[in-house]
């Protein structure tokens, strides 16, 4: 088994910036990818970055927030980081952090999370 426990979410204006944590504890080994999901009022929980350590570090980000969110591990920390700028309203949601391991299919890689967090809430006020 593996535990996430997030941290940094809050109230921010749009323009702002955020950073969240996500400490993993438990069966480290086990997992070989970290990521971050949100879920916004009424919509789909979706992917926003992603991290791997399956022999290569590869990051993985939604076209929404490529260039203004980074995706970030401290190995001696277990800990995962996402950092976000230029906030802008569309960006509120609750904060997932997901981790599990990698599934090969072919030439593509997908994300099999089996573990998750409680979410932290991001409110980004225009």
């Known amino acids: 088994q593996v535990q996430l426990v997030e941290s940094g979410g809050g109230l921010v204006q749009a323009g702002g910036s955020l950073r969240l944590s996500c400490a993993a504890s438990g069966s480290i080994l086990s997992i070989n990818v970290m990521g971050w999901y949100r879920q916004a009022p009424g919509k789909q929980r979706e992917l926003v970055a992603a991290i791997t350590s399956d022999g290569s570090t590869n990051t993985n980000y939604a076209d929404s927030v490529k260039g203004r969110f980074t995706i970030s591990r401290d190995n001696a920390k277990n800990t995962v980081y996402l950092q976000m700028i230029s906030l802008e309203p569309e960006d509120t949601a609750v904060y997932y952090c997901?981790?599990?391991?990698?599934?090969?299919?072919?030439?593509?890689?997908?994300?099999?999370?089996?573990?998750w967090g409680k979410g932290t809430l991001v409110t980004v006020s225009s």
């Open positions: 997901a981790a599990g391991r990698t599934i090969r299919i072919g030439v593509r890689v997908e994300y099999g999370m089996n573990y």
